[in-house]
């Protein structure tokens, strides 16, 4: 079955870098879009960044310039690299990808989450 296994979060101080990945694994025939999320407490979701099959990306406004998006179609894999990182960006980040697999055709799937903290 599809699994997405998200990596990279961590403590980081104001300003600094962190680099998420999610991979996705099992039975895939193609994968769409590719988005991440943050929620953070008290919070609803909401969406980061998104990039499309073809590369194409976009950003929230709160993200735009700091961060950037990208994504290894031969892993089956997506990072978002997070500069000058503010205590805002403070959320649990979870990737979203929209694919098709050979068990269950098109779906989207929701990774489980990795804590972002920022401060000092």
């Known amino acids: 079955q599809v699994q997405l296994a998200e990596s990279g979060g961590g403590l980081v101080q104001p300003g600094g870098s962190l680099r998420l990945s999610c991979a996705a694994s099992g039975g895939i025939f193609s994968i769409y879009d590719m988005k991440w999320y943050r929620q953070a407490p008290g919070k609803q979701r909401e969406l980061v960044a998104t990039?499309?099959?073809?590369?194409?990306?976009n950003y929230a406004d709160s993200v735009k310039g700091r961060f950037i998006i990208s994504r290894d179609n031969a892993k089956n894999t997506a990072y978002l690299q997070m500069n000058s990182l503010k205590p805002e960006d403070t959320a649990v980040y979870y990737c979203h990808v929209d694919l098709w697999s050979y068990s269950r055709g098109r779906n989207v799937y929701w990774g489980e989450g990795t804590q972002v903290t920022v401060s000092s």
């Open positions: 990039i499309t099959k073809g590369g194409s990306t």
